[in-house]
């Protein structure tokens, strides 16, 4: 209870108590209760505030999406031996090796606009080079072709643990009724699986809501020139670190602690009514 109070409800408190104030400046500085004015601002604020709400939106469902069907795909072949399944198995899970600022690096050099390696291999194929960083447009997209390359290993490990506790009995007796392959996997391995998944979707659909360094590593402040991958952690931490608002982005980072709490709330209620 102690180590949980100081690494969770201490620094929570303080942030919310944080969030009724007007902290700016040094961290020393003197600051007065305001009450719920900063609510008020951030919630008025359609400029920055909103917008970033909706990349991180956008960010998280786009990414969660196609790392859960990657994933699931990705375990349903590692499923079944082969030859060389263990190699094979070490070389999917290669990118979670690397830790998120040194992927997000890597990956800005290679789509670099003039010397990356993305655009040369585009002009072999005849295609002009792409802005795709540099982009107002294409930021956002190709950020999370990085989080869906780094991440994807990762919920294809679970969901591979996941099959590999099931019994084999469900499937040869569908086998032998005439089940297809594709109502074995949609009758018996998906509802089988249901639990693990659930479990898949939770932890990364919250990381991808956390995540600050691969957006950072390739964007820079405020998410490039135009805020184009600003989310909302790329917003608190400019908040604090660029402009030393602290109560603001105190208030920021409450209101996305919220956000959090209603997307697990709004997933685990749709899985209790689903096992309805």
Request: hydrophobic share 50%.
């Amino acid at each position: 209870m102690t180590f949980v109070a100081a690494l969770l409800v201490f620094p929570l408190a303080w942030t919310g108590y944080l969030s009724l104030t007007d902290a700016e400046g040094s961290v020393r500085a003197e600051s007065e209760f305001i009450g719920l004015q900063n609510y008020l601002d951030v919630l008025s604020d359609t400029e920055r505030f909103w917008p970033s709400v909706g990349r991180t939106a956008a960010f998280t469902g786009v990414a969660l999406l196609f790392e859960v069907v990657l994933g699931m795909a990705i375990a349903l072949l590692l499923w079944r031996p082969f030859k060389g399944q263990k190699w094979v198995r070490v070389a999917v899970l290669l990118p979670l090796v690397a830790t998120p600022v040194a992927v997000g690096m890597m990956w800005r050099l290679i789509f670099d606009p003039n010397i990356g390696l993305a655009n040369q291999l585009l002009g072999w194929f005849g295609i002009g080079p792409q802005p795709w960083l540099a982009g107002q447009y294409t930021a956002l997209p190709t950020t999370i072709f990085i989080d869906v390359w780094q991440w994807t290993p990762m919920v294809a490990l679970i969901l591979l643990a996941g099959l590999t506790s099931l019994s084999d009995e469900p499937q040869e007796a569908a086998r032998i009724d005439g089940a297809s392959t594709w109502q074995r996997f949609r009758h018996v391995t998906l509802p089988l699986l249901a639990p693990t998944l659930t479990v898949a979707i939770l932890l990364r659909g919250i990381d991808a809501l956390k995540t600050f360094d691969i957006l950072y590593a390739t964007k820079g402040r405020g998410g490039g020139s135009f805020h184009e991958v600003e989310t909302l952690n790329v917003y608190a931490y400019g908040l604090s670190f660029d402009y030393n608002e602290y109560g603001v982005s105190s208030t920021v980072l409450i209101l996305f602690f919220l956000i959090i709490i209603g997307a697990m709330w709004a997933l685990t209620a749709r899985r209790k009514e689903a096992k309805r």
